[in-house]
């Protein structure tokens, strides 16, 4: 038989996305583009105040207006839980963190800007909207709680009058006395105080969801703007509105980029549930995007005290990190992990340093709730490790570049076992630093400072070396660590009788491109061309039980789990093909589509193989099931570990402060890469909210818990004319313990780049003695800096 | 958004007495300012009188020694029209750096000069170039039409019509935009103009003003370096979470210096 042709959408090929097409001529179906017959519409009442009691609330006014088919509030949701914490984080002293109840809808106190105090149900939006604004609320605003130092502070009130105080946890990792006796005896310590700023997601999208209560079976349907349904089922269902699972489905169509945002399990897809049980009707509800800015989660937010402990070589003795994390004024479904154990966890990144301990106090305030965000925990960690490390090279005058080296995890030291608790599996940083430095010319930086110079222009040059974990595992280690979850994924692949395949799989696309990476896994393993296979997600109503997608965890877990599928699909297949063919299984391979016997020209066709399947008439149906389709739980032995290095060069400009990225190269370590260019793509995004952090982004509230950022007015979001020309490397290190030896990709940009961009910053105002700025460092932070007295 | 009447005149003179019959009406121009502001319910007027209609309110013609634009021509016309760029290039540019694609597809300049943001750009042309401001009244001199935040010498029923701008020997702008909204945290706009140098600042102060030690120095010696030396004091200048008025100070400073030396 003839060689197959070749594919060209396998495993490694810059595969163009399968579904820009629909998304690109505006065919994409997103939750609010759902429209259901006599569907009605939900406007959300929220607090103006940041702390105040609810004394009363007078629906009348409202339930008088025109088109209003109900008003709820906290009353009409008594018989409902709160909505759950997913992960139980425990003080160092062993006491489980303070878990105060939040409510659907508030129940006699409000604790933040927007949180919700009751909803309009209206027969359109127009109308609800202006009910909502005639529902009256008595409040009685009191001083709220912004500042974190403040907050915690004995003498504070209490964000939740229930709790001690408003301290979460207060937890800790690594060896205490072990970091003191270094820090105590090293020649050399670096001390570091830096804040990681509170940053809005900002998703294209705003959150939207529809309740659809059938009243013929008692079922409902919640659309809804989620990165993992199958989460949302299980914690609503089950914690929430006591509804079992087959009641339930929960679609989570076209999502428009989530960032960590859509994780969580929002108040307001339970309220459209029950309500629309309540009247009988769909309801829908949408943010708009001032809503976005007071009730997505916001990220970040950390206040950290730092210190390096070297010898005089520049060699790591050790570090001590001491953290205040904002928590906002509820526990969002995952905020005790982000600033712990994703968090804590990766204070080695990819040095030696021998002694590590960390404290953080999570801490309640009346701010809008803080969870994970691209990265989450991650970009905290290496912020502060990388921010340490070049503060300290300024110190012993050693080259930040040296002083990084010296200190690397060499490559023959893996696995690795770090003092928090981590074990690496491979990497090999030295590689993907000097990548960097090859690929920014690292040799002409003096003479491009001298050429800025003389245009007058500050010219600065940093360098940031990142590890992540991903792919948070295995479920039995995360549960003895407090998730209240499971972190496998699941895959079921369907081969249809012709031959074509459809993939189920819990990981959820919300700007990924799934739909061309994990097909062409498929395509890859099954030798069929990609436009053959489906990937079907999002709907709990069709997909096995899976945990979504975060974490850059959808091709690490739920790829893996499609690869074993795959396999599973491929034994039988051969089992099939060995009794068409006479022969024995053992002797069946299967390469290109064809399944053959060595040594023979016998063969036959992936196709034939799926529709004696289904079409069972010459068939070992004594020892086979018909039919071909296979599922697979994978459950990760390890996190995956990418890494890589970031190098930033940036000019100032002295007159105005303000700071140009001329050029950016990141090089990263991802393992194998299924698609080249969707993998540059993950990186382009993420140094883009990156570098939004690090020089733009930043959501700041005033003493009264305004957020005074509530808008694209005030909040800067990165344009593309702030963004420099990313350029981007690899060095594969596959890892060791994943079937397709993937690590992800989806957050690294976002980790690497702020530190990178921040220590060029630093670098550019060498002349200026300045040892830290904070992020964002605007234009006007730069140049009030350099104006200060004494410059 | 409260619910509202729309009225599109035909003419200004119909715009003017629908606006008359109205309680509590206003003009729409683009509706850049006055829909979003709307939509948040900081102003909610009973009557919205369209512009859009009043064909004489468009349009860019030259009249003698005058670039004349009509109220209703919008951002996006000015900064691609070749009888400005031919003009006064430097109002062709500032119209083309004002908010984004669909603020300049919308907005216009009698719009934009009738709101008075402080932080808006034409303010700092009308003044900078010394311009007339015409209206279904009268004629307001350039200097008197700006009186303070979002306040203008417009009595209520007071239309502009058109702008008169004197084409200036040489003129051009610079603007040092808010990172995130894109309005002029400063800008400046220096010309040389039969009344003499004139320099106006738009974003620093609570409403477009001369920066009259600049303009004497440049009369002396228009370049660059003549403004050495020079500031304005950051006395009463805006101040908020994107700059202090020592930042704005110095801006007005070098985006001036660079004005000049852009001319």
Request: negative net charge; aromatic residues 6%; contains cysteine.
């Amino acid at each position: 038989m003839a060689a197959a042709e070749p594919l060209n959408t396998g495993i490694g090929e810059s595969v163009t996305r399968v579904e820009d097409s629909r998304f690109l001529r505006g065919h994409g179906n997103y939750v609010d583009d759902i429209i259901l017959p006599s569907q009605t519409y939900a406007v959300m009442v929220r607090s103006p105040y940041a702390r105040a009691t609810v004394n009363g609330i007078d629906t009348s006014a409202a339930m008088g207006s025109g088109g209003v088919l109900a008003v709820l509030t906290a009353d009409d949701f008594s018989a409902f839980g709160g909505l759950p914490c997913g992960w139980q984080v425990h003080s160092k002293n062993g006491d489980p963190m303070t878990e105060p109840k939040h409510p659907i809808l508030a129940e006699g106190a409000v604790r933040h800007v927007g949180d919700p105090v009751a909803v309009v149900i209206a027969e359109s939006k127009a109308e609800a909207r202006r009910a909502a604004a005639l529902v009256d609320v008595n409040y009685t605003e009191m001083s709220p709680l912004i500042d974190m130092q403040g907050a915690v502070a004995g003498s504070a009130e209490l964000v939740h009058s229930d709790t001690p105080s408003n301290v979460c946890f207060d937890w800790e990792l690594g060896d205490e006395a072990a970091t003191e006796a270094a820090i105590a005896g090293a020649a050399h310590v670096t001390r570091l105080e830096l804040v990681n700023n509170r940053l809005v997601p900002n998703a294209m999208e705003p959150r939207a969801a529809i309740g659809d209560y059938n009243t013929a079976n008692g079922e409902h349907t919640l659309y809804t703007t989620s990165q993992n349904p199958h989460v949302i089922r299980l914690l609503m269902g089950a914690f929430v509105l006591s509804l079992p699972e087959h009641k339930l489905r929960v679609i989570a169509p076209d999502v428009g980029g989530g960032f960590g945002s859509k994780i969580f399990h929002y108040a307001e897809e339970a309220i459209v549930t029950v309500a629309s049980k309540l009247i009988g009707r769909p309801v829908k509800w949408t943010a708009d995007r001032s809503e976005s800015f007071i009730s997505d989660a916001h990220g970040r937010d950390h206040l950290t005290t730092v210190e390096l402990a070297m010898d005089a070589n520049g060699k790591f003795l050790a570090l001590r990190a001491t953290t205040l994390a904002n928590m906002g004024a509820y526990l969002s479904t995952f905020a005790p992990s982000v600033p712990t154990y994703l968090h804590g966890t990766l204070l080695a990144g990819t040095y030696t340093t021998p002694a590590i301990y960390t404290n953080v106090k999570g801490v309640f305030t009346n701010t809008v709730a803080v969870d994970a965000y691209r990265g989450a925990g991650r970009p905290e960690a290496s912020y502060l490790l990388e921010r340490v490390v070049d503060l300290a090279a300024i110190e012993t005058g050693i080259d930040p570049v040296e002083l990084r080296r010296r200190n690397f995890i060499q490559p023959d030291a893996f696995p690795y076992d770090t003092p928090v608790a981590l074990t690496y599996d491979i990497g090999n940083y030295q590689a993907t630093l000097d990548m960097a430095l090859e690929k920014t010319d690292a040799a002409g930086f003096e003479g491009r400072k001298a050429a800025s110079a003389a245009r007058g222009k500050l010219r600065g040059r940093g360098i940031a070396c990142y590890i992540e974990a991903c792919g948070i595992a295995p479920s039995n280690i995360a549960g003895a660590l407090g998730a209240r979850a499971g972190l496998y994924e699941a895959a079921t692949v369907r081969v249809n009788p012709t031959g074509s395949v459809a993939v189920l799989t819990g990981s959820h696309s919300h700007g990924q491109g799934h739909e061309t990476t994990f097909a062409q896994v498929v395509s890859d393993t099954l030798g069929i061309p990609i436009e053959n296979v489906d990937i079907v997600h999002g709907d709990t109503g069709k997909i096995p039980f899976g945990m979504g997608t975060y974490g850059s965890r959808s091709i690490a877990v739920g790829g893996a789990a499609l690869a074993n599928a795959l396999d599973k699909i491929v034994l039988k297949g051969r089992q099939i093909a060995a009794h068409l063919m006479e022969a024995s299984a053992d002797d069946v391979v299967f390469k290109d589509g064809q399944f053959s016997i060595e040594g023979t020209d016998k063969s036959v066709g992936f196709g034939d193989v799926a529709l004696t399947a289904y079409v069972p008439h010459n068939f070992p149906l004594e020892t086979l099931e018909p039919g071909l389709e296979e599922t697979a739980f994978y459950d990760p032995k390890n996190f995956t570990y990418p890494s890589g290095a970031y190098v930033c060069e940036l000019e100032i400009d002295k007159e105005t402060g303000v700071i140009d990225i001329v050029d950016f190269h990141a090089s990263d370590d991802f393992g194998n890469i299924i698609n080249p260019m969707i993998v540059e793509g993950q990186v382009h995004g993420g140094v883009a909210q990156g570098v939004g952090q690090a020089l733009m982004e930043g959501a700041v509230y005033d003493d009264n818990g305004q957020l005074m950022t509530g808008s694209y007015m005030d909040y800067c979001m990165p344009r593309a004319d702030d963004l420099p020309n990313v350029t981007v490397s690899n060095h594969v290190t596959a890892c060791t313990h994943n079937p397709l030896g993937v690590k992800g990709c989806g957050e690294a940009g976002a980790i690497g780049s702020p530190p990178a961009v921040v220590n060029a910053v630093i670098n550019a105002l060498g002349d200026y003695g300045v040892k830290h700025i904070d992020m964002p460092v605007t234009a006007h932070k730069v140049w009030s800096i350099m104006n200060a007295n004494g410059n | 958004m409260e619910a509202f009447n729309y009225r599109k005149a035909g003419s200004a003179d119909e715009a003017v007495s629908t606006l008359a019959s109205a309680a509590d009406g206003k003009f729409l121009a683009g509706g850049m300012t006055l829909l979003p502001t709307m939509k948040q319910m900081l102003a909610t007027p009973d009557t919205l009188v369209d512009l859009g209609g009043a064909s004489e309110l468009v349009g860019i013609s030259r009249d003698g020694d005058n670039l004349v634009i009509g109220a209703m021509t919008t951002h996006a016309t000015v900064a691609g029209s070749a009888e400005v760029h031919s003009a006064i290039p430097a109002l062709a540019a500032l119209a083309s750096g004002i908010g984004d694609p669909m603020v300049r597809n919308r907005g216009t300049i009698g719009g934009s000069i009738a709101n008075a943001d402080p932080a808006a750009d034409y303010p700092a042309a009308v003044v900078g170039l010394n311009a007339t401001v015409n209206t279904n009244k009268r004629s307001i001199a350039a200097d008197e039409f700006f009186v303070d935040v979002f306040e203008t010498a417009l009595a209520d029923d007071e239309l502009v019509v058109s702008v008169s701008f004197p084409i200036p020997a040489k003129a051009a702008y610079q603007k040092f935009p808010n990172p995130a909204s894109r309005y002029a945290v400063v800008g400046v706009m220096v010309a040389q103009t039969g009344d003499g140098v004139r320099v106006a600042v738009t974003g620093a102060g609570p409403s477009v003003f001369r920066a009259s030690s600049f303009e004497d120095a440049l009369g002396g010696n228009f370049s660059a370096s003549a403004l050495d030396g020079l500031s304005v004091s950051a006395d009463n200048l805006n101040e908020d979470i994107h700059a202090s008025a020592a930042y704005r100070a110095n801006l007005v400073g070098v985006m001036a210096k660079r004005a000049v030396a852009a001319c």
